[in-house]
Each structure stands twice: as C-alpha cells, then as structure tokens.
C-alpha cells in the first residue's frame, strides 16, 4: 500500500486547480479549510490555454476577442490580488499548455496528495472540457481529485459509493485515511436483471441477500481495524445508483461521496463510465474521485 497516496494518511500537499472564475471561489474555500484541518501545504495552480482568447470591451457595446501579451504575470498578479491576500502562505503556479497535462504534471512533481477544482457551469473548467479534463486526470495520475460543488462545512459523514469490486476498495481506505474523525457510509445500488417481471414484493430477496455477502467480504479486504469496519454504516438500494445516492444526500444532508473510477462492469470505470459520471453530475455534494495506481500500467 506504500505506493498508494493515502496510504500514509490525511494529504500534507493539495493543490488547487482553478481557472479563477467566481464558481471556483468554493474550491479554493474547501482547499483552505482542509489544508487548515490537516495542517497540510496547498498550491493554487492556473494553467493558461495557449489558444485561448479573451473577451474584451474596446468601445460601448462591442466585444472583441484578444490575447493579452503578458498572460502569465496577468494571471499571477490576479492571484496574488485574490488569493495571497486571505490566503499568505500559499503558493502560486501559472503555468500554459493543456489543463489536464499541466495539473497532473505539476501535481507529480509536486508530490502531491490531492487535487481540488472545482466547477464552472455545472462541469469542471467549462462546458467543453467537463469529460477530457476529468477522464485525462484520473487517466494520467493515481492522485486522488475532490470535484468541489458544495458550500465549505466539515465533512461529518463520508459516503463511499462501491460496486464491491478491487478497485472500489481504494475509495473506502482513502475516505477512512483522510477523514478519520468523520462516520463512514458505505453505499451500494442494484439494478434487478428483468426487473419488470418481478414480483417485488419478495422475488428481489435473494439478489438483495447476494449484494449483502458481496458487501461483508468487501469490508473484510479493506484496510480498515475490526472496530472501524463495526462502525461503518451500510446502504444497499435496489434502483438507479445514481438516484439512490442523491437522495440519500439530500436526505441526509451529505455533503462528500467517495468514488472509485475503475470497477466492476464498468459502472465506476478509468474513463468515467456513464453511471459514474451520471454521480458526478447528479451528486448535491462534493465528490472524491480515486484511481487505482495499478491500473496505470494497463494503458
């Protein structure tokens, strides 16, 4: 497990991806509290698009398009304007290239524990690059990525969204490494296979008993004492994992669900499959996103 960023507990380097818009003003909050709560350094990284152009005003109602010539010392002195002001300890990267590339590589060699971004209309960095930035980050580096969407309160319980595979398991020991002082929900959905010809009013007993074992020996291979895997809450929903999930969040008032992004059936997969990508976008929460260092090889 010495490979595994969680492994030797809570992150003590997080970096910030922000793109500087106000819609990243919760990223940068929830990177402060926790960089706060683990006593741990935080870098704010911007990475500029070399083919990226500005709106600009040049005269009463008419927008242009242009490059400033000085982007990066722009950039810099934003972040010093907006951040080094309420934030003096941290430090700051502009950077040019693709966002994904740039993040993953600074963060390595940074020697990162987590990233943190945050979102811009309703997706991370953009309309356009909600799936490549996302799918190309979690392909590029086993470093856990917290998708900040909820105003910033302490993560009291932690929901672990599994599919009982190997991979799901990092998801559980990262959210029991990172928040040891929060209670820990493990929740799975099932879909019935021809659930329309069921009777359910009992025929679905059996996969329900199935899922349950599944769920037992899940927690057995965890890394987790006998006395934290006793206090773990256990959900298991028969419908839409996506549906399931959110309304027990909202129910609950959860605000963080950890996910793992490769597992059985695809359904948490590297390139962020359908359903958990359905979880992404529906979750009322923050999300964590884990990747199985293991699975970097393969590609």
């Not at 922000?18 to 929830?30: E, G, I, P």
């Not at 997706?123 to 996302?134: D, I, N």
Request: proline fraction near 6%; aromatic fraction near 6%.
């Amino acid at each position: 497990m010495a490979a595994f960023p969680w492994a030797k507990g809570p992150p003590k380097k997080i970096l910030l991806a922000t793109d500087l818009s106000c819609r990243c003003d919760r990223a940068l909050d929830r990177a402060a509290q926790l960089a706060r709560q683990w006593d741990s350094h935080l870098l704010a990284v911007h990475v500029l698009d070399p083919g990226e152009m500005i709106l600009a005003e040049s005269r009463v109602d008419d927008l242009v398009r242009w490059r400033p010539p000085q982007r990066v010392s722009m950039a810099k002195a934003r972040i010093q304007r907006d951040l080094l002001q309420e934030l003096p300890h941290i430090l700051v990267r502009v950077e040019e290239g693709n966002p994904a590339q740039v993040i993953g590589e600074v963060a390595r060699a940074e020697k990162c524990d987590l990233i943190v971004t945050g979102i811009a209309r309703d997706e991370v960095f953009g309309l356009h690059l909600l799936g490549a930035t996302v799918e190309r980050l979690v392909r590029r580096t086993p470093i856990p990525i917290l998708i900040v969407k909820a105003r910033t309160r302490p993560y009291r319980e932690v929901v672990v969204a599994t599919d009982f595979s190997d991979h799901s398991i990092h998801a559980l020991n990262a959210a029991a490494k990172f928040f040891p002082e929060a209670s820990l929900t493990l929740f799975h959905a099932f879909e019935l296979p021809f659930a329309g010809l069921l009777d359910k009013r009992g025929l679905g007993d059996p996969f329900g008993e199935l899922e349950r074992e599944a769920c037992e020996k899940f927690l057995a291979s965890s890394d987790l004492s006998a006395d934290r895997r006793r206090s773990i809450k256990v959900v298991i929903k028969n419908g839409s994992p996506e549906a399931a999930l959110r309304d027990y969040m909202l129910e609950g008032g959860v605000n963080l669900v950890a996910l793992a992004t490769h597992g059985r059936s695809g359904i948490y997969d590297a390139l962020i499959g359908s359903v958990a990508k359905r979880i992404l976008e529906t979750a009322p929460g923050d999300v964590l996103l884990l990747r199985d260092p293991r699975t970097l090889s393969r590609r």
